[in-house]
């Protein structure tokens, strides 16, 4: 069972390892988007201080512009709790979200995500949109409510990586 | 339109200037939260305040919520948020960083005053708070 595993590791791994081989961008391009299960490298201060004080900070690039404005005009009542900003913090993150959305077509991991969502689609939850959906298929519905899981909006609780934006299968660790 | 423009561009000066200023320290937000209470800084009570920390509030869902809840019963250990996220000690002994920026703790104020007890904190609980807090050796 453990070799059969981790023989899907191995074969995940390169597989993995070749779509990000053949997903370089030919040019130099500033912003690395690795491709594959890698979130487009993004910096914006406000974006990383305000929403990483109470999860990851979720990249852009999950959901699409429709949904970051629903999110954005709620923080009073978010996910039932007060997450509300300052007007110009919150009007200074909104405008990052919109510019890298996954809608917005820069990067390959909006794309992704774009190529499973509905026209009028504009879904408040990254768990909700069908590519999360069906890349995370094959855990089992007790996993997520684990206490060292603890929500399935806590990536980092098995994506090792998450913090740094990679999400590769080889980095994944479900917690007991 | 042009007086508006004025007008932000002043509030964001403001905004600014505080910003650069923010270096408080615990004993500087109790002492701006008993004037704005409008008692003496010698009336804040650190047993009110653990009070406050420990009490269990009806919360939104109805269920009972408490700082506590997230925050855990002693505030010199990190706490959770509800998916899981380290928060670092509330308690300036364990966390130095704590009640030194005022723009911070008015943030965290607002939103956890308003998701534990449906309102927000008067001033004198504020104060009452951070004097409890502050006294945790």
Same mark, same amino acid.
């Given at each position: 069972?453990?070799?059969?595993? =981790?023989?899907?590791?191995?074969?995940?791994?390169?597989?993995? @390892?070749?779509?990000?081989?053949?997903?370089?961008?030919?040019?130099?391009?500033? =912003?690395?988007?690795?491709?594959?299960?890698?979130?487009? =490298?993004?910096? /914006?201060?406000?974006?990383?201080?305000?929403?990483?004080?109470? /999860?990851?900070?979720?990249?852009?690039?999950?959901?699409?512009?429709?949904?970051?404005?629903?999110?954005?005009?709620?923080?009073?009542? /978010?996910?039932? $709790?007060? %997450?509300?900003?300052?007007?110009?913090?919150?009007?200074?993150?909104?405008?990052?979200?919109?510019?890298?959305?996954?809608?917005?077509?820069?990067?390959?991991?909006?794309?992704?995500?774009?190529?499973?969502?509905? %026209?009028?689609?504009?879904?408040?939850? @990254?768990?909700?949109?069908?590519?999360?959906?069906? !890349? /995370?298929?094959?855990?089992?519905?007790?996993?997520?409510?684990?206490?060292? @899981?603890?929500? %399935?909006?806590?990536?980092?609780?098995?994506?090792?990586? %998450? $913090?740094?934006? @990679?999400?590769? !299968?080889?980095?994944? =660790?479900?917690?007991? | 339109?042009?007086?508006?423009?004025?007008?932000?561009?002043?509030?964001?000066?403001?905004? *600014?200037?505080?910003?650069?200023?923010?270096?408080?320290? &615990? #004993?500087?937000?109790?002492?701006?939260?008993?004037?704005?209470?409008?008692?003496?800084?010698? #009336?804040?009570?650190?047993?009110?305040?653990?009070?406050?920390?420990? *009490?269990?509030? &009806?919360?939104?869902?109805?269920? &009972?919520?408490?700082?506590?809840?997230?925050? *855990?019963?002693?505030?010199?250990?990190?706490?959770?948020?509800?998916?899981?996220?380290?928060?670092? &000690?509330?308690?300036?002994?364990?966390? #130095?960083?704590?009640?030194?920026?005022?723009?911070?703790?008015?943030?965290?104020?607002?939103?956890?005053?308003?998701?534990?007890?449906?309102?927000?904190?008067?001033?004198?609980?504020?104060?009452?708070?951070?004097?409890?807090?502050?006294?945790?050796?």
């Amino acid at each position: 069972m453990n070799t059969l595993l =981790r023989g899907i590791g191995v074969l995940a791994t390169v597989g993995t @390892v070749s779509l990000l081989a053949f997903s370089l961008p030919s040019g130099g391009e500033a =912003r690395g988007d690795g491709g594959g299960d890698v979130m487009p =490298r993004l910096t /914006h201060k406000a974006w990383q201080q305000e929403c990483a004080s109470c /999860h990851l900070a979720y990249s852009p690039a999950l959901l699409p512009r429709a949904s970051w404005q629903r999110l954005m005009g709620g923080l009073d009542r /978010h996910f039932g $709790e007060n %997450a509300s900003l300052d007007p110009a913090t919150r009007a200074d993150i909104l405008r990052f979200l919109e510019a890298n959305a996954a809608d917005s077509g820069t990067s390959r991991m909006g794309n992704k995500v774009m190529q499973r969502m509905g %026209a009028n689609d504009a879904p408040l939850r @990254v768990t909700e949109t069908r590519w999360f959906v069906r !890349e /995370h298929d094959e855990v089992p519905r007790a996993t997520w409510s684990r206490k060292s @899981v603890s929500s %399935a909006a806590n990536c980092a609780a098995c994506h090792r990586q %998450a $913090e740094k934006g @990679v999400f590769d !299968e080889h980095d994944i =660790r479900i917690p007991k | 339109m042009i007086e508006r423009f004025l007008f932000s561009s002043l509030a964001l000066l403001a905004m *600014t200037s505080a910003g650069a200023l923010a270096a408080e320290t &615990p #004993a500087s937000l109790m002492a701006r939260y008993a004037q704005e209470a409008g008692v003496p800084a010698s #009336a804040l009570s650190a047993a009110r305040g653990a009070a406050l920390y420990r *009490t269990d509030h &009806p919360g939104r869902d109805g269920q &009972p919520v408490r700082c506590a809840s997230c925050h *855990t019963d002693n505030p010199k250990q990190p706490g959770r948020t509800r998916v899981g996220k380290r928060i670092e &000690p509330l308690a300036p002994t364990a966390n #130095a960083e704590r009640f030194t920026d005022a723009a911070q703790v008015e943030k965290w104020f607002r939103r956890n005053c308003t998701d534990v007890l449906q309102r927000e904190c008067s001033a004198q609980e504020k104060g009452d708070f951070i004097a409890w807090l502050n006294q945790i050796k």
